[in-house]
Every structure is written in C-alpha cells, then in structure tokens.
C-alpha cells in the first residue's frame, strides 16, 4: 500500500497494461543508483551488482515517497513497474539516450539503475542537458557494428521504432 491514496500494486498487472496515474501527480522526482564499476567490469560479478542496484531503487524512492507524504503531499514509488525510465531521466536533465538505449549520465556513464516518485508536491523542473552523447553516437556507431544479434541499430536517429519491443 502506497499511502493515503487509493492506488495499490497487486501483482495482477502485466507487461502490455495500461496503468493511470492520477492527473494531480503533475510531477516527477527521477533518481540514478550507481553501479561501482569495478565490480560491473568484472562480467561475473554483474548480477549481484544489480541485485544491489535494485534494491537501492526501491529503498530510496520510497523513502523518499515516505518524506512527501509526511510533509503533505501524495506520492507513489517506483521502479521500472510505472512509466518508461530512461525518457522520465532524460527530460529530467539526469543524461542522454545512447544509441544501444540506455541512459548515459555524466558521472557514471551507463552503469546505473533508474528509479523514481510520481508526486503533488510542487517542483522546478531540471531542463535536459546535452553531454555530447547524442552527437558522439551518430557518429560512433561501434556498438552497432559489434552487436552480434544487430539489436542495436546505425544510422542516423529516428523516433520510429524497427520492430515489436522496441518503444518510440
């Protein structure tokens, strides 16, 4: 249970389904967890790192959640259960979309987690920013080329997506 709101996650829900989030949560709080990247280099050792990753994702956004609410405003946590991730990050000035779809930030390149609280409480949006990641990868173009399934796409960006599990 999410608070003093209505809005609860039962586990009923699945990939595909369409969850409203009320229209009074006008704003969004996104938050980066790092993954150390000496642990990340080391291939084996990935999962327990993002294991880790996971769960500082749920802890602080709903400690956060927690605060708000007891301050006077309505919040709900969440992970990757609500709402695209990478696209709330991007708006919210937190880094660029590389071209292999993840969330490039400026002080841990991709190697974070993304995780956020949809709220009331009254916020000055962060414009998005531009850390040279959009340019350099138009120009790249090496993790296309070297992705044996060819997932990754080269060329230059679009909007539409080139097949079904990929989003616009």
């Keep these: 249970y999410w608070g003093h709101h209505n809005v609860r996650y039962t586990g009923a829900a699945r990939a595909g389904d369409h969850i409203e989030i009320p229209k009074q949560y006008r704003f969004v709080i996104v938050l980066i967890h790092d993954m ?18 996971y ?40 880094g660029e979309l590389g071209r292999l779809g993840l969330l490039i930030t400026r002080q841990f390149g991709p190697r974070c987690r993304i995780s956020k609280v ?31 399934s060819g997932a990754i796409k080269s060329g230059e960006r679009t909007e539409e997506p080139w097949d079904e599990s990929n989003n616009k």
């Design 36 to 53: 150390e990247y000496e642990v990340i280099k080391r291939t084996p050792a990935v999962e327990p790192e993002t294991d880790l990753g």
């Design 55 to 94: 769960s500082k994702m749920g802890w602080t956004a709903c400690s956060l959640a927690t605060y708000i609410r007891e301050i006077g405003y309505h919040a709900i946590p969440a992970g990757n259960e609500l709402g695209l991730s990478i696209p709330f990050a991007v708006d919210a000035g937190l």
């Design 118 to 148: 949809f709220t009331d409480l009254p916020l000055e949006p962060d414009p998005p920013v531009d850390i040279g990641v959009q340019f350099f990868c138009e120009k790249c173009e090496r993790c296309a080329q070297h992705c044996p």
